[in-house]
């Protein structure tokens, strides 16, 4: 069955770092686009970063310079990795892939927890 899993998050102190995974499965990054977004408590889910097929990326203001977006296409699997975190990046952060283009097909992870303590 196609999935997105993503993993990596946890705890860190302000200043840290971390690095998310979301790994496919039955899915090829061939096409479209993997998103990342994230939804604090209280707050709309809004975009952090993204990643075409063909290498181009686009960062949300806030996390620019501090977060980067890259995938490995043998693992079949994009990153994202956080540094100099600040405690308003605490979110659940979830993994899109977005293929409706061209294949009519979109897929959710099921997120994973970041929290930046100061």
């Known amino acids: 069955q196609a999935r997105l899993v993503e993993s990596g998050g946890g ?4 200043g840290g770092s971390l690095r ?12 479209g686009q993997v998103h990342w977004y994230r939804q604090a408590p209280g707050n709309e889910r809004e975009f952090v970063a993204n990643i075409f ?3 181009t990326t686009n ?6 310079g501090r ?11 994009v990153f994202l ?3 100099n975190l600040r405690p308003e990046d605490t979110a659940v952060y979830y ?6 283009a061209m294949r009519g097909r979109e897929y959710w992870g099921q997120g994973t927890q ?5």
């Open 11 to 14: 705890l860190v102190q302000a």
């Open 20 to 31: 998310l995974s979301c790994e496919a499965f039955g899915i090829s990054f061939t096409t």
């Open 53 to 55: 097929s063909r290498g």
């Open 59 to 64: 960062y949300a203001n806030s996390v620019k």
């Open 67 to 77: 977060f980067t977006i890259f995938k490995d296409t043998g693992k079949n699997t």
């Open 81 to 83: 990795q956080m540094n």
């Open 95 to 100: 993994c899109n892939y977005d293929d409706r």
């Open 114 to 118: 970041v929290t930046v303590s100061s």
